[in-house]
Structures are given as structure tokens and as C-alpha cells.
């Protein structure tokens, strides 16, 4: 009798063991699964950088177009804005003129306009 009393504890033990084993598989099949979703979402998230910063590398490759047409028809009030603060910063018609891109002529009238408003 006291050996089947043994072998019943120890076949529940090994029964429990046996079901503590499978409940740690299951958590780590679990934890397993989601880090690879993790780890799909950052690598397709890490794709997308690495395919926006070859656009970005790209862009600068290529040359910057040389300014030549003066867009002083179109000029927008930002750039107007620019060329007043650059000037009331003390900076010279003509390197105002090269930052902006226009002639220095238009710059001469922005500044000269700027002035007069606030006489």
C-alpha cells in the first residue's frame, strides 16, 4: 500500500511538473509571437527611414539650380519680411540681394518702401 501511495505523489508531481512546463512554454510561445511583430513592425518602420533617407541623399546629390531668373513680380510677403529684417539688422543691399536672390535694385525699392511706412 505505502508504494502505491509513492508512486500516486509521484506521478502527480510529475503531472504538475509536466503542466508548469507546457503554462512557461505557452508564455514564452506568447512573448515570442509578440516580439516578432515587434520586431516586423520595426524593421518596416526602419525600411521607410532608410528609403526617406536615400530621397533625402539623393536631393542633395543633385546640384542646386543657379539662381539667374529674379522672381521680383511674384515676391512673397515672407520674403519681404526677410529683406526688411536683414536690412534693419544693418545688413548691406547687396548681400541681402545675394540671400534672397533678387537684384539689388528690388531690394533697394523693399527697403526704401519700409522706410516710408514708418515716417
Known amino acids: 500500500m505505502l508504494i502505491y501511495t509513492v508512486l500516486a505523489l509521484y506521478g502527480l508531481l510529475t503531472i504538475s511538473v509536466l503542466a508548469y512546463v507546457r503554462t512557461r512554454f505557452r508564455t514564452a510561445t506568447g512573448i515570442l509571437k509578440t516580439l516578432q511583430v515587434e520586431w516586423d513592425n520595426a524593421d ?3 525600411a521607410g527611414f532608410v528609403g526617406k ?3 533625402q541623399i539623393a536631393k542633395l546629390a543633385v546640384p ?3 539662381v539667374a531668373a529674379v522672381k521680383s513680380a ?3 510677403f515672407d520674403l519681404r519680411n526677410q529683406v526688411v529684417a536683414m536690412g534693419k539688422k544693418g545688413f548691406k543691399p547687396l548681400e541681402i540681394a545675394r540671400s534672397c536672390g533678387l537684384h539689388e535694385g528690388d531690394v533697394d525699392v523693399l527697403l526704401s518702401m519700409a522706410r516710408l511706412q514708418k515716417s
Do not use: I
Request: net charge neutral; aromatic share 0%; charged share 15%.
Open 53 to 55: 533617407a536615400q530621397e
Open 64 to 66: 542646386a539650380p543657379v
Open 74 to 76: 511674384g515676391l512673397s
Open 44 to 46: 518596416s518602420r526602419h
